[in-house]
């Protein structure tokens, strides 16, 4: 027992009551008391602590009360709940606890079965009571999941962690992971011992679309006119009937025949295509390969600083495997996307967001087809809301722009103020997560994570060495040809 309920303020009621504590117990801490129909579950909201010897300025003032009474003694705490629900049936709680009541600390039992933790689930770190955070795997990514922070507070540290649960699961119950990666920070998973088995390599500049799969419906050709399109797709149906695989160029020759002024916009659009050197003959790599259960499929972006050529590799790629899920031909799959608000950006015409429909398509559409999204974003005031509000559970981290705390607030339901005043003060690593995943607020440590970390560096003095290194290389190479 840590205290008995006591009778202030108009409480104890339904939605708050104190307890005297006699025990050990910290702000945020589970506490419960025996009700009908069993056993209510609290928060604790706030601890005060008072002393009547203290309570009156002008008597401390005149004199020293603990040089004449034993003051330590009349010391006590007080601290607030806030009622959740009864356990086991976890309803709300219709009748007010009673004064004198005793209080407890909440059993771990009743806390994991609160949280709806799951032993088989991805544990991804502990609560401070150091209660495991074990989640269930449905429940985090069949609505979708989004990670807000600002940066450095530890997005892709999480992430890596999420990603190190699937990779250890038995691939039978696992998910196909693919994973938009810009800036190459998890190269890792692919270079450890421990992941390598488990993890494909697919940098942006051996990544090929095949050019038969292009069609006018793209969103890259959204200038042409309705001729010009029907021109294309019909160039297009005519050297697919032809032979079966055919590059830009057999494209753009194909179209020679067609007159100058319907044919001029039509390649100038190719002409753009093929300078960006993700169109080929045959796709690579092939939907089959990046997409295997219990295999992590890394799209590397690191080595092109185009936003174009990422987000039509995603718009292709996303569409590839959305359709192919529809059908059954590929594995349930999880589709996580770093920098999310680049790829389904808010407020910005469909030429420079061309991977935000799928983005969205999926958000929208993917939990009754096993078409999972995770979306990582220091930014989400930048990111599509179509696709952020669908997403079941959030994961924020620290966050202290005021506008990214306000935005999260409107695309978070039921995310109160308690809750998101403690957004800004989280260390790193520290996490909260909401909705359906937990069902409640669940404030957690995330876990270190096991695979080594990167080689590269994004340490400045290293990449200033790396650069004067490079440097003289380039240098010894040329004065070696003179
Ligand atoms: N849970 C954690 N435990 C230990 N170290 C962590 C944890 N989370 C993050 N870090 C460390 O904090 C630093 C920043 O983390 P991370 O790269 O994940 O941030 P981020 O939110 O992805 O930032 P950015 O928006 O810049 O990509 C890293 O050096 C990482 O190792
Ligand atoms: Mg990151």
Redesign the pocket.
Known sequence: MIGKVISINGTPNTSEFWFVVTGRVLKDEFVSVDVEGGKLLGRVDEIASGNDYFSVPETIKEFSPEEFFPTDEWEFSVAKVVPLVVMPSKKRLLYPVHPGDKVYKASEEDVRAFYSFDERGLFL?SMRNGIDVRVNLTKLFQKHLAIL?????????????IIEELLKREPSRSLAIILADV?G?YVQFYEDKKFRDRAELFPVDEIKIATSNLSSSWPIFKSLTAKQKMVLDSALRELRADKKAFSIDDLMEHLSAVNEKTRDPIISVLRSLKSMNIFGVYDNPSINKICKQGQLSIIDFSKTTSQRVRQIVLYYFGHLLFSRRIEGIVPPFVLIV??AHNFAPQNVEVERSLSRGIIEKIAREGRKFGASLVM?S?RPVHLSTTALSQCGTKII?RVTNPYDIDNIKKSSEGLDVSVLSRIPSLS???AIMIGEATGYPLVF?????EVM?SKRSFDLEKLAEEYAKEQKRNDDDLNAFM
Do not use: F, P
Not at 445 to 449: F, Y
């Open positions: 770190g922070a600002m940066s450095g507070a530890g997005k892709s540290y999480l992430t890596s962690v800036h920070e770093e920098e990582i220091q981290l790193v690593g520290e440590n995330v876990r270190k994570k970390d």
